[in-house]
């Protein structure tokens, strides 16, 4: 079972800058997709970007233009750059793997931006 585990979360101002990480136990070639999500509060958790194996990116439109994911398969990691925060960002983000029969979450990591 491979395991997912996030880092960089954190308090941020708005119009700041964070970068999460996303490092696998072991390989993350069987992994067709990998991603983000977010929940805040009493929200429902939302999708926020994801990349497939062979690069191919989309994001949530709230995010687009701002946030960068990105898979580095050497590293086992995958990262989600997020650029110019705002206050509605603020939420948990869990990483996601997708493979064909297997659906991998990790911990969570906090993200709050406030002034």
């Known amino acids: 079972q491979v395991q997912l585990v996030e880092s960089g979360g954190g308090l941020v101002q708005p119009g700041g800058s964070l970068r999460l990480s996303c490092a696998a136990s072991r390989s993350i070639f069987s992994f067709n997709t990998m991603g983000w999500h977010r929940q805040a509060p009493g929200k429902q958790r939302e999708l926020v970007a994801r990349?497939?194996?062979?690069?191919?990116?989309n994001y949530a439109d709230s995010v687009k233009g701002r946030f960068t994911i990105s898979r580095d398969n050497i590293k086992n990691t995958v990262y989600l750059q997020m650029n110019d925060l705002k206050p509605e960002d603020t939420a948990v983000y869990y990483c996601?793997?997708?493979?064909?029969?297997?659906?991998?979450w990790g911990q969570g990591t906090q993200v709050t931006v406030s002034s």
């Open positions: 990349v497939w194996s062979g690069g191919s990116r």
């Open positions: 996601y793997g997708l493979s064909a029969n297997a659906e991998t």
